[in-house]
Structures are given as C-alpha cells and as structure tokens.
C-alpha cells in the first residue's frame, strides 16, 4: 500500500530555507546577479563556497558514511526553491544533485562522492540540459584507453573540475576538466550559462554503467527542477503584487484595477498548484513512491507556469520591467531555458501518459 504523501513542510525545512535566503541576501542580491551575467565569470563561485562549505549543501544527498549530510530530496527541494527565488548563478542543480546522483548510481567511486559533498570540487554530467529521463543522449568513442568526441549543451561545464562523461562503450567517466576544451556557447539563461566539450584523446577513470547512472540523474534532475521553478515563479508573483500595490495611476494604486486582479489571481492559482506537483515530486523521490509519475506531473506542470508567471512580471512591471537594469528578465531568461531542461512539459506529458495508459485519442 503506497503511504500518503506529506507535502507540507516541516520545521526542520522552514529553518533550512531560512537560512539559506539570509545567505542568498548576502550573497546574491538583484544588482550582484545581473552585474555579474555582463561580466566574464558569470557564476558565483563565492556564493558556492558559502553554501557548500559554510551550510554542507553539496552533500545533501549523499549518505553520511560517504561524507554528505545524509537528507532527503525533500530538503534539496526547499533550497532549490531558495536559489530559484534568487536566481542564483550557483552550480548546485548541475553538480549536488545531477552529478552527485549520478556517481550514487555507480557507487564505485565513494572518493569521488565525498569531494563533490564536501563542495571542494564541482562536478558537471556530460549529457546537454535538454535530455529527458530515458531520453538519447550522445556519447563520446572510447578508443585505446581514450576518449574522443564532443559534447554540447553542458549545462556548469565552465566552472566544473570533473565531468561525467558517457562513452560508447556504455561506461560512465570520470573526466578531469584539465583534460578536456570547454567551449562557452551562447546562453539564453546567463545564469546557468552551457558550454561545448571537446574529448581528444582525454584519459577517464571508469565509473560503472553509464545508462542506469545518467537516467538515475536526470530523473532527480527534472523532478527537483520543479521547485526551482515554484521559487522562481513565487518570486515573480510576490514582486508583481508588491509594484502594483505601489504603482499609482489616477491617483489610486494599478493593482486595484479588477482586470489586474483576475490575471493575478489566475496567477496565484497556478503557482500554488507548482507548489503541490514539485513537493510531490521531491516527497516521491526522497520515499521512491511513483517516482516516474510524480516526476512527470511536476514538469509537465511546472515550466509554463514558470514562463506564464515571469511573463506576466515583465508585462505588468510596465516600462520598468524591459530595462536592463530591474532582474526580471533574469528571471524570463531562467523561466524560458527550464522549459526545455531534462525535457520539455511535451515530452513528460507524452511519458506521463504511457506511465498511466492513457494514450491520446
């Protein structure tokens, strides 16, 4: 009998997300982000250290005897929800979670484990961001001992110092960054740039089975996603009602015209329903509950609301809302390139009806 799903937060998590939105107010305030997207070193690395080594949140999912903090999907969804709300230019997504899940698939490499939890090297999955669970994914040639090849669309792959690299020969790799060309391509989430990969001749140490590793890490990719996406788009509401409640026109506040109020309202009711599928998604990871459906759901759900959310922040902030200078275009950017990361709301709706046998007509 499948157990009833808690999707309320515990005491524990509030206390976590408050601590991880003091660090981000720090750390990660509006004018810092989009200062540093104009510059050459997009990603916060001082952020990471803070996080990684003053909170231990790389290592939330890895087990306490492998050196991590032994939680849940639970508690990485409540600061996943945090870094969306900030869009935080921090790896965390890419290397505590896609990473850090994919050597628990291996579990071969506990040396490995143990750096990526203890925040002192980051790790990047060679697969591009836009590969759904279960999807295809390109691999590199493993020739004489070697690996050769390129990868695009590697989402953190600027700032990792190890990558997990899917070969031909159905190994997963552990590929040093020394070894490899990483390529900056051009990114429409600034935040979360991606970069080309180029393999010539690069030496890997083996890690196990690439195809259950790499589902295993796209799977908690795309489920914990969602709560970025909720964080992202709980932001974009809060701020909106907060200008329309300022913002004066004839001498009486726009948010109280009744055709805001209903698109606001709409609003609403689609973000707290985000909130729903992401904490299901992170409660069915964390207990192993329909995770395949519970996943689905949440980002069959989770990015068009997210777009439809920063879209209407950037419509009714008005004028000062297309300025460079005010981070809701941050957010629209982040929005738009969630949409299609670990597969597009299309593709989990086309696999959430095989997983429920509800074919369209």
Request: proline share 4%.
């Amino acid at each position: 009998m499948t157990k009833q799903r808690d999707l309320l937060y515990s005491e524990e998590e509030e206390a976590l997300r408050a601590a991880v939105r003091d660090l981000l107010a720090d750390h990660c305030d509006a004018p810092g982000v989009i200062a540093r997207t104009e510059s050459d070193a997009p990603h916060d690395l001082a952020a990471w250290k803070a996080l990684a080594d003053g909170m231990g949140l790389a290592g939330l999912l890895v087990p306490e005897e492998q050196g991590g903090q032994g939680a849940t999907h639970r508690e990485v969804a409540v600061v996943l929800e945090e870094l969306g709300r900030a869009v935080a230019p921090v790896p965390f997504l890419t290397s505590a979670v896609v990473a850090t899940e994919a050597l628990l698939g291996c579990e071969t490499d506990a040396g490995l484990l143990a750096e990526l939890a203890s925040g002192r090297r980051i790790g990047a999955l060679g697969v591009a961001l836009n590969v759904a669970p279960g999807g295809a994914y390109k691999v590199v040639r493993h020739e004489g001992g070697a690996l050769h090849g390129e990868l695009t669309g590697i989402a953190d792959a600027a700032v990792a110092d190890v990558l997990l690299v899917p070969a031909d020969d159905g190994g997963l790799y552990a590929v040093d960054s020394e070894a490899v060309t990483v390529t900056p391509q051009v990114s429409l989430d600034l935040t979360r740039p991606v970069a080309t990969v180029r393999l010539d001749g690069a030496s890997g140490r083996l890690l196990g089975p690439a195809e259950p590793a790499v589902r295993r890490a796209l799977r908690a990719g795309a489920g914990l996603l969602a709560s970025e996406q909720f964080g992202l788009a709980e932001w974009t509401l809060t701020e909106t009602v907060r200008y329309l409640k300022d913002r004066k026109q004839f001498n009486r506040p726009v948010g109280g015209f009744q055709a805001l109020k209903h698109r606001l309202a709409q609003l609403w009711l689609e973000v707290v329903n985000v909130r729903a599928a992401a904490r299901g998604a992170a409660d069915a990871l964390a207990t192993g509950n329909d995770v395949d459906v519970a996943v689905a759901v949440a980002q069959a759900y989770a990015a068009p609301v997210a777009v439809h959310a920063a879209e209407e922040a950037l419509q009714l902030h008005a004028g000062i809302g297309m300025t460079w200078e005010h981070p809701v275009h941050l957010y629209l950017k982040r929005a738009k390139a969630d949409s299609i990361a670990y597969g597009t709301a299309g593709a989990h709706r086309a696999a959430l009806a095989e997983l429920v046998d509800l074919q369209a007509p």
